[in-house]
């Protein structure tokens, strides 16, 4: 009999410890000490954008005025959530909807955000709102992964700004939390690991890097700790071009400095200034998470935008022949050269005006784009009405400038 109450003990205890364990290694997933707001933007850039708008400074008062007359950014915006976002193939396409309301929500965020003025939290609230109580899926051609990486990590970091705000609910939240999840990085994580069934480097570097970009903002949004180590780990090793030794694959030195070649870089300009945009969007958010890096391998992403940037300001970079499994470029491409993407006030703040280092073509390239756009970086919107005007959120001047 005694035996017998020992082992019932002992079966107790061993099935109590059991659930404390599956406890623990659940909260080491979910519930880790992220930073919030820890995306593209903490607590303390907040500040620094409200003090710089309040002061009437510039060029952060360039860049407010462009947000502010920006129609994405007017609390009277109104929200065309879709049950099903078709991006590719033979449907009606209507994703130009999604991106859209993502430039807006992110836009009425920061309104919000440095003015305190809670109409336009409600009205990014409602855009989140109804996608999350409407969205089912992204369908069409394999560009709906395009679809799911890039308009994924800009609701993300709206709602990351939206999250402290106390008109948004609880179950708001979690609805939209369900469906970063179970629409975005369900599409994120399943084309990093299969890439379309195709060949690992079948894919270009920015297919990889948006669907990166969404999976780390998911991972913060949702403090879920194996979402965003996924990022991290699959930046320094994956198996595809989003891997960074393989997106920036050939360095050079040249007058003293390290530039590299991007993947894209014999492809055509504009993807091959996406690439950065997105390497900084990535880095930016992981640095605000605590993990450096713009830092890793020796300031990689800088020696390549350095290169994007210098060939972009219509200086001669080297250029080695580029092979993969579908095509052999062996000269760099002129096409699109020059383009104007709102990307590189990110880079140029944290390598030069935080770190203090060489980031001159970074910020020859920033300069140029600031002056065709009127002196300081808009956002959605302000760069043509197709996609890739909308592909980063912008608004760098003000967001990211340190001084």
Same mark, same amino acid.
């Given at each position: 009999?005694?035996?017998?109450?020992?082992?019932?003990?002992?079966?107790?205890?061993?099935?109590?410890?059991i659930?404390?364990?599956?406890?623990?290694?659940?909260?080491?997933?979910?519930?880790?000490?992220?930073?919030?707001?820890?995306?593209?933007h903490?607590?303390?850039?907040?500040?620094?954008?409200?003090?710089?708008?309040?002061?009437?400074?510039?060029?952060?008062?360039?860049?407010?005025?462009?947000? +502010? &007359?920006?129609?994405?950014?007017? #609390?009277?915006?109104?929200?065309?959530?879709? =049950? /099903?976002? $078709?991006?590719? !193939?033979?449907?009606?396409?209507?994703?130009n909807?999604?991106?859209?309301?993502?430039?807006?929500?992110y836009?009425?965020?920061?309104?919000w955000?440095?003015?305190?003025?809670?109409?336009?939290?409600?009205?990014?609230?409602?855009?989140?709102?109804?996608?999350?109580?409407?969205?089912?899926?992204?369908?069409?051609?394999?560009?709906?992964?395009?679809?799911?990486?890039?308009?994924?990590?800009?609701?993300?970091?709206?709602?990351?700004?939206?999250?402290?705000?106390?008109?948004?609910?609880?179950?708001?939240?979690?609805?939209?939390?369900?469906?970063?999840?179970?629409?975005?990085?369900?599409?994120?994580?399943?084309?990093?690991?299969?890439?379309?069934?195709?060949?690992?480097?079948?894919?270009?570097?920015?297919?990889?890097?948006?669907?990166?970009a969404?999976? +780390? &903002?998911i991972g913060?949004?949702? #403090?879920?700790?194996?979402?965003?180590?996924? =990022? /991290?780990? $699959?930046?320094? !090793?994956?198996?595809?071009?989003?891997?960074?030794?393989?997106?920036?694959w050939?360095?050079?030195?040249?007058?003293?400095?390290?530039?590299?070649?991007?993947?894209?870089?014999?492809?055509?300009?504009?993807?091959?200034?996406?690439?950065?945009?997105?390497?900084?969007?990535?880095?930016?958010?992981?640095?605000?998470?605590?993990?450096?890096?713009f830092?890793y391998?020796?300031?990689?992403?800088l020696?390549?935008s350095?290169?994007?940037?210098?060939?972009?300001?219509?200086?001669?970079?080297?250029?080695?022949?580029?092979?993969?499994?579908?095509?052999?470029?062996?000269?760099?491409?002129?096409?699109?050269?020059?383009?104007?993407?709102?990307?590189?006030?990110?880079?140029?703040?944290?390598?030069?005006?935080?770190k203090g280092?060489?980031?001159?073509?970074?910020?020859?390239?920033?300069?140029?784009?600031?002056?065709?756009?009127?002196?300081?970086?808009?956002?959605?919107?302000?760069?043509g009405p197709?996609s890739?005007?909308?592909?980063?959120?912008?608004y760098?001047?003000?967001?990211?400038?340190?001084?």
């Amino acid at each position: 009999m005694g035996f017998e109450i020992i082992s019932i003990n002992f079966k107790s205890i061993t099935m109590v410890l059991i659930s404390q364990i599956a406890f623990f290694v659940f909260a080491l997933n979910t519930v880790s000490a992220f930073v919030h707001p820890g995306m593209l933007h903490t607590e303390a850039d907040f500040t620094r954008m409200k003090a710089k708008v309040s002061a009437n400074a510039a060029p952060w008062i360039t860049g407010w005025n462009k947000l +502010i &007359s920006n129609s994405h950014s007017a #609390s009277t915006y109104v929200a065309r959530p879709q =049950a /099903i976002v $078709y991006r590719g !193939g033979d449907q009606s396409q209507n994703y130009n909807i999604l991106f859209n309301d993502a430039a807006a929500a992110y836009a009425l965020s920061l309104r919000w955000k440095i003015t305190g003025n809670t109409s336009f939290a409600n009205t990014a609230v409602g855009v989140l709102d109804g996608w999350s109580s409407t969205l089912t899926s992204i369908q069409g051609s394999s560009d709906k992964y395009l679809a799911a990486g890039l308009y994924g990590y800009q609701l993300a970091n709206a709602a990351e700004i939206l999250r402290g705000y106390a008109g948004w609910t609880n179950a708001g939240q979690a609805n939209f939390s369900t469906m970063l999840q179970n629409v975005f990085y369900s599409m994120n994580h399943d084309f990093l690991v299969r890439h379309n069934d195709a060949a690992n480097d079948h894919y270009w570097a920015n297919w990889d890097l948006c669907n990166l970009a969404s999976v +780390i &903002s998911i991972g913060i949004f949702t #403090s879920n700790q194996t979402m965003y180590n996924e =990022a /991290i780990t $699959y930046f320094k !090793g994956g198996v595809g071009n989003g891997n960074i030794d393989r997106m920036i694959w050939k360095l050079y030195t040249v007058d003293g400095q390290v530039i590299g070649q991007g993947q894209e870089a014999g492809r055509d300009q504009g993807h091959a200034t996406l690439d950065f945009a997105l390497l900084g969007t990535i880095a930016q958010m992981a640095y605000n998470q605590g993990d450096d890096l713009f830092a890793y391998e020796n300031n990689k992403i800088l020696a390549g935008s350095e290169y994007c940037s210098k060939y972009n300001v219509g200086e001669d970079v080297p250029y080695t022949s580029y092979t993969n499994s579908d095509v052999t470029q062996s000269v760099i491409s002129n096409s699109s050269r020059g383009n104007i993407r709102p990307m590189n006030e990110l880079l140029y703040a944290h390598y030069h005006e935080l770190k203090g280092l060489n980031a001159q073509w970074t910020g020859n390239y920033r300069d140029i784009v600031n002056n065709a756009s009127g002196g300081a970086e808009g956002g959605g919107g302000n760069y043509g009405p197709n996609s890739g005007g909308y592909d980063q959120l912008g608004y760098g001047t003000l967001t990211f400038r340190l001084s």
